[in-house]
């Protein structure tokens, strides 16, 4: 048993640090892909976005001009991640690349993801708790609670009330909700 947290100690010990790479303007996404075809255990945190150009891209970067790498610094060089287009280097003090602590980056995961929620809930125009009724040919008008979205505006989760007090959840498409005024 001992020897099997050792092995897995030493395997999350090779990954190595995470560190900052700072990229020029607007390169993020193509040093994100030159990373992802070299294997480089990357994380580019984004965010939606509705681009008043319909060829433009539909998300963004929450850090523009940085992204986040594991690893050695010397499987780095060796790897020429500072060769890549657009890649400036790592975010260093002295001259050192400076590591950030895992918590963190898991810290920025969670903010983003709870961001991101936040965002799908307000372009469906419901918030949690708010009363709704449901359209469906099959059963009529049903009322309801509204839950959460579940992938953008297309599908949401709602509480139906229904006889004797109980509720059941259900997942429906958006364009059956109405709010109950």
């Not at 900052?20 to 303007?25: E, G, I, T, V, Y």
């Not at 607007?26 to 075809?37: A, P």
């Not at 609670?145 to 709602?158: A, L």
Request: contains cysteine; charged residues 25%.
């Amino acid at each position: 048993m001992e020897n099997q947290n050792v092995v897995k100690a030493d395997i999350l010990e090779n990954r190595g640090e995470w560190y900052a790479l700072r990229c020029k303007s607007n390169m993020e996404f193509i040093v994100d892909h030159q990373l992802s075809v070299r294997n480089i255990t990357r994380y580019l945190p984004t965010y939606p976005v509705t681009p008043v150009n319909s060829r433009s891209r539909r998300t963004r970067p929450y850090f523009p001009g940085y992204l986040f790498l594991q690893g050695k610094t010397d499987d780095f060089f060796a790897q020429r991640v500072f060769l890549l287009r657009g890649v400036i280097g790592l975010v260093s003090f002295d001259g050192i690349p400076a590591p950030i602590q895992p918590g963190i980056i898991e810290s920025v995961r969670r903010q983003t993801h709870k961001l991101d929620l936040e965002l799908q809930l307000a372009r469906s125009g419901f918030t949690p708790g708010d009363e709704v009724f449901v359209q469906d040919s099959a059963l009529g008008q049903l009322e309801g609670i509204f839950e959460k979205c579940i992938n953008g505006q297309e599908r949401v989760s709602v509480l139906l009330k229904l006889m004797q007090g109980n509720m059941m959840r259900v997942e429906v498409p958006a364009e059956k909700v109405r709010r109950k005024h």
